[in-house]
């Protein structure tokens, strides 16, 4: 089986303070991880994913995330935070055991403040 | 740049009635996704297609939601009829292939307020 958990379903941080999201995945095989972004009333966003190749994944606005076998992470991190950051994150996992159904995160809901 | 179209973005309807929801990919992609995001949470999967035929409708309500997509183009979700419990947000997405590493693209979504 696989599932997602985000650790904290809201977060808050400075403008220019270090941005860090968590989540942690199960998963029997290899898995495929993502990040969206939900701006209110919008659709998600791709920010990055990760397809086993480099670790470190580098995406859209600055964001990067590493993925952590050892420790079945895939935190999204971004050094300085933006008030246009302020949005709702959605990790997300797929892979071949559950035919590459991708599997949503709660979602963490950041909060930008001046 | 490519959108995946949705609409109505709003309904608004009482329990019982019937609502349909219409989504139009981007074009050439293969697969499209229907979502139900419930307020605080994150999507969860109705059903995919790969162009005309159905992939997975595992947790599609099929006593009372159905989708179709006829000519593996646009696609279509009802509910009949609807209940309380089905207020959400209703995501389209498509993607170029049937892979896990395929990036999906999401429609602005319709929100669905049931009376």
């Known amino acids: 089986a696989q599932s997602v958990t985000q650790l904290g379903s809201h977060v808050s941080v400075s403008e220019g303070a270090l941005v860090l999201l968590r989540c942690n995945y199960s998963s029997s095989v290899p898995p495929y991880l993502f990040w969206y972004v939900q701006y209110p009333n919008q659709g998600l966003q791709l920010l990055l994913k990760y397809t086993s190749a480099a670790t470190l994944v580098k995406g859209i606005n600055g964001f990067e995330a590493e993925f952590k076998k050892s420790e079945t992470s895939f935190h999204l991190t971004k050094p300085s935070a933006h008030m246009s950051d302020a949005a709702e994150y959605f990790c997300?996992?797929?892979?071949?055991?559950?035919?590459?159904?991708?599997?949503f995160g709660a979602g963490t809901r950041l909060f930008v403040k001046a | 740049e490519a959108e995946v179209a949705q609409s109505p973005r709003y309904k608004i309807t009482e329990k019982s009635q019937a609502v349909a929801f219409w989504c139009d990919p981007i074009s050439g992609h293969a697969t499209l996704y229907w979502y139900r995001q419930i307020l605080g949470q994150g999507p969860e999967l109705l059903v995919q297609f790969q162009d005309e035929s159905v992939v997975d409708d595992s947790q599609l309500p099929k006593d009372r939601f159905s989708a179709e997509r006829l000519k593996g183009v646009d696609s279509t979700l009802k509910i009949q009829p609807a209940e309380l419990g089905d207020s959400a947000m209703y995501l389209c997405?498509?993607?170029?292939?049937?892979?896990?590493?395929?990036?999906?693209?999401f429609g602005p979504g319709t929100r669905l307020t049931v009376l």
């Open positions: 997300a996992v797929s892979d071949s055991s559950r035919g590459f159904k991708t599997i």
């Open positions: 997405a498509s993607s170029l292939g049937l892979g896990g590493t395929d990036t999906q693209y």
